[in-house]
């Protein structure tokens, strides 16, 4: 555990004894029954599994019982507006996440869906990718490039759909570069690759995990990841900064949801227990394998966070005009 981390954990769990201590409260006793975790994304999926495998660990110690319950669907709505309204105590709790932030603003003018709730961890981030089909004949973000120069619409991408994450980011490229990419809508992520891998597709951008075997086979080539840094998993793949696109380094991500008036000694320690989670070597494994960062914050720092995902993405919304469909 690295110094700022074991600081946040410490003073956390430190502040979290002060109030037990105090006299007896409805927060002080909390959690005196089963916790629901209402979440955005399907059974099975990776962050779906780090989840429920820190949540394993909140309930091993803390002797109280944390349960999922997936409710994917409607690009987040249908979990948010099952929290949304909830009673602020703390046992009804929302997996909310960038792409739900995203969807909300481009189809309600900006809206942002996370209104009516407080910030109290974030969970997770994930590097996503450009990958492109090897037999292309490109390796860096700048021979694509040259290559949509030469073929005007032609070059071909897969997103999950119109004003999804991918989306903006190939846009993005596209719009600084002055070149036109041939936007295909995919709903499923797995086909996407496989139909990119089999020469139906050029390029496709998608979170690290299901494109990194296919890449260690060399059937596709990775251009570019999204972050401040590289990816420890991918070393040798330059981050979309390096290649001249500072604009793409902002990574999925997903946290933890509270109704607004929740107290604020429940906040901490709700906090202080996914941060002690997520510094345990088996969810850390799972992140590792799974190609995310079980990164947890204070609640103060995934505030921040959150304000500076709402002012890029009402900026992107703004830049490249895709709206809603």
Known sequence: MNMVRRAFV?????????????????????PSRPVRIVSFVPTGSSADALLRAMVAEIS??????FVVENRPGASGAIAVNAVRGSAPDGYTLLLGGSSVLLSAMLRQDGVDPFNGFVPVVQVNASPTALGVR?????????????????RPGKV???????????????ESIARKAGVQFLHVPYPQLGTAITDTVGGRLDAVFSTVAPMQSFSA??????????????????????????????DLSVKAWNGLFAPAGTPAAVVDRLAAEFAKAGEALSVRELARTAVLEATVT????????????????????????????
């Open 10 to 30: 410490v003073s956390t769990l430190m502040a979290t004894a002060g109030w037990l201590a105090g006299p007896v409260s409805a927060a002080e006793s909390y």
């Open 60 to 65: 091993r110690n803390s002797g109280a019982q």
């Open 134 to 150: 090897a037999d292309l004949g490109v390796r860096t973000i700048g021979d694509l490039v040259k290559l949509a120069r030469e």
């Open 156 to 170: 071909s991408f897969a997103s999950p759909g119109i004003g999804s994450y991918a989306h903006f980011m190939m």
């Open 217 to 246: 086979e060399g059937k596709l080539v990775l251009v570019g990841v999204t972050g401040d840094k590289r990816s420890p998993v991918l070393p040798d793949v330059p981050t979309f900064a390096e290649s001249g696109y500072p």
């Open 298 to 325: 204070p609640p103060d720092e995934f505030r921040e966070l959150l304000a500076r995902e709402r002012a890029y993405w009402r900026r992107a919304i703004a830049e490249t005009g895709i709206k809603a469909q």
